[in-house]
């Protein structure tokens, strides 16, 4: 099977248990980087858990570049990079210590 998707796992902070409150997070973020053309990249948040401090979202390969360049420059919220691939079920594990065997 071969796509184009992207999958990418942050942390945010403070929590943002809102989908469209993340959404337009970055989207500000990515018009801030790199103008208005930046601000309309596609990206889908897959997965937001409970408490809000954790997103999975799904973009294609060539633009995830640019979704870590704007959201790791912009201060609020702090969203970081966690781990990203083009295989949705390399997210499947939660736990820190199946995270560190991966690397």
Not at 8 to 28: E, N, T
Request: proline share 3%.
């Amino acid at each position: 099977m071969d796509t184009d998707d992207h999958y990418m796992r942050f942390s945010v902070s403070p929590k943002i248990a809102d989908a469209l409150s993340l959404r337009q997070a970055i989207q500000s973020a990515l018009v801030q980087s790199f103008g208005i053309a930046g601000g309309s990249i596609y990206l889908d948040i897959l997965w937001i858990v409970d408490d809000g401090n954790e997103m999975v979202l799904r973009t294609t390969e060539g633009d995830s570049t640019m979704i870590v360049a704007a959201v790791t420059s912009a201060s609020t919220p702090r969203i970081s990079l966690q781990k990203e691939s083009s295989f949705l079920p390399a997210f499947c594990s939660t736990s820190a210590v199946l995270d560190e065997e991966d690397k």
